[in-house]
């Protein structure tokens, strides 16, 4: 192999780690999100979320499979035997949990618009498309996990070169290329209906245009099935050069497949969240912007004391709102109780005093 093919394949490899770290931080954070507003704000979790944490789990042990072919690849010498038998075993390691990790994707797609799906021509075309998708999805992972008879010598069939034992390279590929062609159907009827319904909702302008966002998210997973159908060919592991920059260019697509299916599958959810959050901020802004609480003038003195009348004092209650400061806001409660009364003297004073409890003024007038 040449340097300028090993420069190729350093550099995909380098955007491959980048990839799935980027992807399994926003998967973690969005599924979190998306769990946590099933669970505290809209308070209706489903089998889709049970699904959701299923497909990350898979997820995650796909991107390490893929690290770990990538890290083997630094670290040992490439083409020697041992090195080969491994690397092919992460390889097919890998395509099994990916296998896994779309068809339990389509499992919680299909759940959740199954919930929110109204016409019955919708429903049935959702029913269809997920039930061709898992059946396939099942198949293939068979095909794929049983090609050389038992699994822990599927390596050895393909360094041996023994046909015999293995099934045919072109049913091997035939079988992806249905696989991928089912994926990208799905991931396109998964986009358009729900925006048909989208459509023909009363959401407001804005609010369309922000699940239309998450929906153009969810297309990139429809994009990314095509790319990995155009660089498929490039995973065919009956041949020594199996490692290359055409594999290389599957797997960054096959990793982005799933990885932007499972965010924008859980952004969806967090409009709840997201609503919550948008009300909490505004009370209080409000709150900060208009106080409850009307600070005293210049006329006005505020007395706080324990809770009992102050005797002898010629005054009369105001029908004024009762209210109870708290020592640690500057908001006021309102208070119902009879036995914290508003006192308002005015026996001879300059100023007005507002007298709540026992406390008393430095000095009282006498009376003339």
């Not at 998708?133 to 023994?162: E, H, M, W």
């Not at 599957?250 to 997201?274: D, M, Q, V, Y």
């Amino acid at each position: 192999m040449d340097s300028a093919k090993v420069e190729e394949l350093a550099l995909l490899g380098a955007i491959t780690v980048h990839l799935i770290i980027t992807l399994l931080i926003l998967t973690y954070l969005s599924v979190g999100l998306r769990i946590w507003a099933r669970y505290r704000v809209t308070k209706s979790p489903g089998w889709d979320d049970a699904a959701m944490i299923a497909t990350l789990m898979l997820f995650t042990v796909y991107c390490a499979l893929i690290l770990a072919m990538n890290f083997r690849v630094k670290s040992v010498k490439l083409w020697s035997q041992t090195s080969i038998r491994t690397t092919l075993i992460l390889v097919q390691l890998s395509e099994v949990f990916y296998l896994l990790t779309t068809t339990f994707l389509k499992v919680s797609l299909g759940l959740f618009f199954l919930r929110v799906l109204t016409k019955k021509w919708q429903k049935h075309v959702f029913h269809t498309v997920l039930t061709i998708g898992v059946l396939y999805g099942f198949f293939y992972f068979f095909i794929v996990l049983f090609q050389c008879g038992d699994p822990r010598r599927i390596a050895d069939g393909f360094i041996q070169k023994t046909s015999d034992k293995c099934l045919p390279q072109a049913l091997r590929m035939s079988t992806g290329y249905i696989y991928g062609i089912i994926n990208v159907l799905a991931d396109w009827t998964f986009v358009l209906i729900p925006i048909s319904v989208l459509m023909d909702s009363d959401l407001d302008r804005r609010s369309k245009m922000s699940v239309g966002i998450v929906m153009a998210l969810g297309a990139v997973g429809s994009v990314s099935s095509i790319m990995r159908l155009v660089y498929l060919d490039g995973l065919d592991m009956s041949t020594m050069e199996s490692l290359n920059a055409q594999a290389v260019k599957a797997t960054i697509w096959a990793t982005a497949e799933p990885g932007t299916g499972i965010i924008a599958a859980s952004i969806a959810i967090l409009r709840p969240l997201f609503r919550q959050i948008f009300n909490d901020v505004r009370k209080s802004a409000s709150s900060i912007s208009n106080p409850r609480k009307v600070k005293p003038s210049d006329d006005e003195i505020a007395l706080r004391g324990p809770e009992t009348v102050m005797p002898n004092v010629d005054s009369k209650p105001l029908n004024v709102e009762t209210k109870r400061m708290s020592m640690d806001s500057t908001h006021s409660e309102d208070v119902q109780s009879p036995w914290s009364p508003i006192i308002v003297s005015t026996a001879g004073v300059p100023h007005m005093i507002i007298v709540k409890g026992k406390t008393t003024p430095a000095s009282w007038p006498k009376a003339g």
